[in-house]
């Protein structure tokens, strides 16, 4: 039977579920190993990894997807089963990254360019027979206004890219999660991040167009609009889902089956706070849901350190914060919150 790029999509951003990111890089898992005192190795890391699949609670009720790294697609389990397949008997959909990371963009100080499109056709082929029926891909827009960062040819140049592995992915029967990440590391107030993501979103979908991309085989993974962490500045769940939600209004096609928000630095209750004021707002075209990595795995990260005594909180710990998010995909966090108080 042929699996249809928009049931795929579908199933992605299933009412009450989210997709949890376990993609990252090496060095990035390294530096969260190191904070909770764990050396970074290919066991340690399969071993962390191994403990979120077999969280069969949290797995099978709250995670519709997770997004891998290369090195996790092809390991095992300590018991020779394939961590895909862990994935797949939770009911979960394996997923995997497949750029290759965000590079300066010559000629233009302080942008960047993701990189990744040399051979990704061929990669996409081996990673479909490993499993994956979706994919993603990152494109880094930064905000330094004393700079004139991003320029609009960052911004092209980004989203062009992302419209070219959009298409082949679907060429190759994997559903694209489309990521173009404006930071919330700047000093920038949140009426900036509404004008420079809406530039980025405006952009992405004319390409996304012009490349003959089937949104509704597609996710949208965008950041919220939100102010610059190094601005002093502040904004309520409310005010944030108020501009977030206006922003898409305006932006995103209706085709898109559904918008799968990523963390971008915000703490654990913040990202569960801002998806839930967005949600208990008011019904919107899109399914509105999570593809969070931190704001998911912190918690049990520090749970675990490293100790396979600690397994079972560190599973603990991921099935409450993937129930916490659940709810703020159904607009319930805040009423849960109240009736706990």
């Not at 075209?285 to 704001?295: E, I, Q």
């Not at 350190?305 to 993937?322: I, L």
């Amino acid at each position: 039977m042929t699996e249809r790029l928009e049931d795929i999509a579908a199933a992605m951003v299933a009412s009450g579920k989210g997709i949890l990111a376990a993609d990252e890089s090496s060095g990035t898992i390294k530096k969260r190993f190191d904070a909770i005192g764990v050396e970074s190795t290919a066991d340690s890391r399969r071993d962390y990894r191994e403990l979120l699949f077999r969280s069969t609670n949290a797995m099978k009720n709250y995670i519709s997807g997770v997004i891998l790294y290369d090195e996790t697609i092809r390991q095992k389990a300590a018991d020779g089963t394939p961590l895909v397949d862990l994935i797949k008997a939770t009911g979960a959909i394996p997923g995997i990254k497949v750029d290759a990371g965000a590079k300066p963009l010559a000629g233009f100080p302080g942008d960047t360019i993701t990189e990744g499109l040399d051979g990704l056709r061929e990669r996409l082929a081996e990673y479909y027979k490993l499993g994956a029926r979706f994919a993603k891909w990152r494109a880094v827009i930064d905000i330094d206004t004393t700079r004139g960062v991003p320029s609009a040819t960052s911004i092209g140049s980004n989203m062009h890219a992302l419209a070219r592995y959009a298409a082949l992915c679907q060429e190759a029967g994997i559903v694209p999660i489309v990521e173009p990440e404006v930071l919330m590391d700047g000093a920038h107030d949140i009426d900036t991040c509404y004008e420079v993501t809406k530039a980025g979103l405006v952009k992405l979908y004319g390409e996304l167009y012009a490349a003959r991309v089937k949104l509704e085989g597609t996710v949208l993974k965008p950041n919220m609009v939100i102010p610059g962490k190094k601005s002093g500045k502040t904004a309520s769940a409310e005010e944030i889902a108020e501009k977030t939600l206006r922003l898409f209004r305006e932006t995103v096609p209706v085709a898109v089956p559904g918008i799968a928000f990523l963390s971008g630095g915000q703490s654990d209750e913040e990202a569960t706070a801002n998806l839930n004021a967005m949600n208990a707002a008011s019904a919107q075209p899109w399914k509105l849901t999570f593809s969070y990595g931190r704001a998911l795995q912190a918690a049990p990260q520090k749970a675990w350190s490293g100790k396979a005594e600690n397994v079972a909180a560190a599973q603990a710990a991921f099935a409450h914060r993937a129930h916490m998010n659940s709810l703020a995909t159904l607009g319930e966090w805040q009423q849960q919150l109240e009736k706990a108080a």
